[in-house]
């Protein structure tokens, strides 16, 4: 049955690259695929992006369908939805994900209304198991969309048993990255829409980039601090250690709002979803809305003065004591073993 | 000067940025009465932003709420702020909505109500649900432009709107046509406090749901009808529609028109299997060091 009802993962594409996302996506999309035994295809719009391709097969897609055009070469809601409905009005496809990034949840839910389907945002887990609907009927194989709600305070499963495609956003960051197997080949499937007449399109008239201060996503280390840092002053001693551990410097959402450090550092719910290699938590409480952010890293520890903070339940390491104590005797440790 | 016609969506919603152990049922499900209820605060952004528009370009902001009859509470706030006419749509036919459906429900007051409006403002997403979702799909159904994440109106003229919105890794400047539907983040603006002149005026406007809890209030009055004529007089009855009202197909709200439903909720357990307890000692602290290093952590 390979052919119909496959797996989609649309492959975000913006100033010449792809985007993390849309190759994290492969991952999920893969084991999504296999088990439904249907192939995993990836979706890619915009002007000379054909190029792509082969690194979305050496990622894990069999097929790519490519939309090529000049007058796609910046993102637009509705002449990008257009593509994708009139794809999956030909190809009809099972399953339809998208990045939960500021395109992606503009684009799906766009295309979700047009095609009066489901859309579940912003998804941190997907499986597939049967679903029996209050109704009365079963139906098999459907796709579990699993996320977060109410602030993180709950994890809902939400399904979609009647409509096709069943279609999500993924949260970006909390799929690995697929290993890249050199040299895989797939089938390149070029696709040319009618886009003349649209209505409501919209035009961009200047880009500007901003160039990221704070990379939380590609650290293999965070040291991180929350509202027990105290201060603006407070964070240099967090930062301090950041530095001695050539790590980068996170923050929770309490130390952000109280105005000790800048919103490009939040981690959590709000923030940005990290897995590092060692996630250290400096006076963070730990509150949901954090921890689902972090609590995919490797190694947590957590140094707090609370005995009963929240964060001590997802660490591996606690340290009770005063961070301004025990933060220096850390430092002065590691530099020691460099003299030494 | 064109009088643009702005129409504000807003909801009511439990205050989940605060949420506290008290909070949770021990099922799992949120305990909502232990929640204040609050007006979604990217949905203030989105008024301020009308508001804004309304005094640099001239115009009306209408702002409207789908939700249960609590929901006259962020209307009242938003009359406070400075709205222009407030409406409530409520009706039990609408529980168990979700996304799709709520904006399905969204175009037809907007549709019936409203067929020459310019601007739809929203707040970027409702911190319950978190979608998003709502705008763009509302935006869809009305067959209308749409920009999400808005920061801020770079210029306004009768057919088109520039617009600034932020992007993953930057901020773009674009041009959409009229009518169009923007989704404004919490960063655009600071929203405006209560006007003393207003709140007095509209602290006790009601809707229909309100009527009898108010009746004993205004003792002239003995029965609802008298008091709504009499409000209505005063420009403080706040209007209700139901589904019938904005023509909606009953397959299409509610439980029957939405896709997607809830198979499970869980609360979040801490998984944690214990932590190892490091003494906040020199000593402790090196060998702390030793066994990370050990561990190949970095």
Redesign the interface.
């Known amino acids: 049955m390979a052919g119909h009802g496959e797996v989609w993962v649309y492959a975000e594409e913006?100033?010449d690259e792809l985007?993390e996302i849309g190759i994290e996506l492969l991952s999920k999309g893969r084991e999504l695929a296999d088990g439904l035994n249907v192939q995993l295809c990836s979706i890619l719009i915009g002007s000379k992006v054909k190029k792509h391709a082969d690194i979305l097969f050496e990622h894990g897609a069999d097929k790519v369908y490519v939309c090529d055009k000049p007058s796609l070469e910046h993102y637009d809601?509705?002449k990008y939805?257009k593509v994708i409905e009139d794809l999956v009005e030909k190809y009809k496809p099972n399953i339809v994900l998208y990045g939960a990034?500021?395109?992606g949840?503009?684009l799906?839910?766009?295309i979700?209304?047009?095609l009066?389907?489901?859309?579940?945002?912003?998804c941190t887990d997907l499986q597939i198991g049967d679903?029996k609907?209050t109704d009365g009927n079963q139906y098999k194989n459907i796709l579990?969309?699993i996320r977060?709600?109410?602030?993180?305070?709950?994890?809902?499963?939400?399904?979609?048993?009647?409509?096709r495609p069943q279609m999500a956003t993924v949260r970006e960051g909390v799929m690995p990255t697929p290993p890249r197997q050199d040299g895989r080949k797939g089938e390149v499937v070029i696709f040319d829409p009618a886009l003349q007449n649209l209505?409501?399109?919209?035009?961009?008239?200047?880009?500007?980039?901003?160039e990221?201060r704070v990379n939380l996503k590609g650290a293999?280390?965070i040291v991180s601090g929350g509202y027990g840092v105290g201060s603006r002053d407070g964070f240099n001693i967090v930062r301090e250690l950041a530095a001695v551990?050539?790590a980068e410097v996170g923050a929770s959402r309490a130390a952000v709002d109280a105005g000790f450090i800048e919103k490009d550092h939040q981690v959590g719910?709000t923030g940005t979803t990290v897995r590092p290699?060692?996630y250290i938590a400096c006076g963070i409480s730990g509150s949901?809305q954090h921890?689902?952010g972090m609590d995919q890293s490797?190694?947590i520890v957590?140094i707090n003065n609370d005995p009963n903070a929240?964060i001590?339940?997802?660490?591996?390491?606690?340290?009770?004591?005063?961070l301004l104590?025990?933060i220096p005797?850390?430092i002065e440790?590691?530099k020691k073993?460099r003299v030494d | 000067m064109p009088e643009y016609k702005m129409v504000v969506l807003v909801k009511q919603v439990?205050d989940?940025?605060n949420?506290t152990g008290e909070?949770?049922k021990a099922d799992?499900?949120?305990n909502r009465a232990a929640l204040p209820a609050v007006f979604n605060p990217e949905d203030l952004h989105a008024l301020e932003m009308a508001l804004q528009v309304r005094e640099k370009y001239g115009g009306t902001v209408t702002v409207i709420s789908m939700g249960p009859p609590s929901a006259v509470e962020v209307l009242k706030d938003a009359l406070y702020r400075g709205a222009d006419r407030v409406f409530l749509i409520s009706d039990r036919a609408f529980a168990g909505s979700?996304?799709?459906a709520t904006?399905f429900a969204l175009k037809q007051a907007i549709q019936t109500k409203f067929p020459d409006v310019d601007i739809v403002f929203c707040g970027r997403q409702a911190?319950?649900?978190?979608?998003?979702?709502?705008?763009?799909?509302t935006?869809?159904?009305l067959?209308?432009?749409?920009?999400?994440?808005v920061e801020s109106i770079e210029h306004l003229e009768k057919k088109k709107i520039?617009v600034r919105k932020?992007?993953?890794?930057?901020?773009?400047?674009?041009?959409?046509?009229l009518p169009v539907l923007l989704t404004v983040t919490d960063t655009a603006n600071e929203p405006r406090p209560y006007m003393a002149k207003k709140l007095l005026k509209y602290r006790k406007a009601a809707t229909d749901f309100g009527l009898h809890e108010q009746l004993p209030k205004y003792p002239k009055f003995k029965e609802p009808e008298a008091l709504k004529k009499h409000l209505a007089g005063k420009g403080i009855f706040i209007e209700m529609w139901n589904a019938e009202d904005i023509g909606a197909d009953p397959g299409q709200i509610g439980f029957a028109g939405?896709?997607?439903?809830?198979?499970?909720?869980?609360?979040?357990t801490?998984?944690?299997t214990g932590?190892?307890?490091?003494?906040?000692t020199?000593e402790?602290?090196?060998d702390?060091?030793a066994e990370?290093?050990e561990?190949h952590?970095?």
């Open positions: 913006d100033w985007k809601t509705v939805a990034s500021t395109q949840r503009d799906a839910p766009r979700a209304s047009k009066r389907v489901g859309l579940t945002a912003d679903y609907h579990y969309q977060p709600a109410f602030g993180g305070n709950i994890i809902a499963t939400i399904v979609s048993p009647k409509h209505q409501n399109v919209t035009q961009i008239l200047k880009r500007e980039k901003t990221k293999q280390i551990l050539g719910q290699k060692l949901v921890r689902a490797a190694k957590a929240p001590l339940s997802i660490a591996h390491y606690g340290i009770i004591g005063d104590e025990v005797k850390i440790d590691i073993r | 439990p989940t940025k949420i909070a949770m799992g499900t949120v979700d996304t799709l904006s911190i319950d649900g978190d979608t998003a979702q709502v705008g763009p799909q935006a869809e159904k067959d209308i432009a749409q920009v999400t994440y520039k932020l992007i993953d890794d930057g901020s773009e400047i674009m041009e959409a046509p939405s896709p997607t439903m809830v198979k499970k909720i869980e609360s979040i801490l998984t944690g932590f190892k307890e490091i003494p906040p020199d402790g602290i090196k702390f060091v990370l290093i561990d952590v970095w």
